[in-house]
Nanobody, 130 residues
Framework: QLQLVESGGGLVQPGGSLRLSCAASGLTLDSYRIGWFRQAPGKEREGVSCISKNGGITNYADSVKDRFTISRDNAKNTAYLQVNSLKPEDTAVYYC???????????????????????WGQGTQVTVSS
């Protein structure tokens, strides 16, 4: 069974940067497409970014486009989310999730829909404050 563990969160000032990591164990991550989500207090979980199984397709929520970058290193069994130019409204618990593609379409795409992901990490807190 695939297990995911996020790390890299913390307290950062507005305009700062962090690199979030999602380390996989149990199975190899290269079979999965990956998504990053976040949930702020009192708000619904929001899709932030995703990357396809082979890394060729990425997608971002409009609120983070041009500030966040998703990547994956299958050799290290790890996915990353580089978060730059952080704003107070980016404060949230960030989760990574993995989906084993079950259709031809899913092999070559990614999605920000949380209901398409089967495995989830426990989250890492990102707080943006001066």
């Amino acid at each position: 069974q695939l297990q995911l563990v996020e790390s890299g969160g913390g307290l950062v000032q507005p305009g700062g940067s962090l690199r979030l990591s999602c380390a996989a164990s149990g199975l190899t991550l290269d079979s999965y497409r990956i998504g990053w989500f976040r949930q702020a207090p009192g708000k619904e979980r929001e899709g932030v970014s995703c990357i396809s199984k082979n890394g060729g397709i990425t997608n971002y929520a409009d609120s983070v486009k041009d500030r966040f970058t998703i990547s994956r290193d299958n050799a290290k069994n790890t996915a990353y989310l580089q978060v730059n130019s952080l704003k107070p409204e980016d404060t949230a618990v960030y989760y990574c999730a993995a989906d084993l593609p079950s259709t031809f379409r899913r092999l070559f795409t990614c999605t920000l829909r949380s209901d398409e992901y089967d495995s989830w990490g426990q989250g890492t807190q990102v707080t943006v404050s001066s």
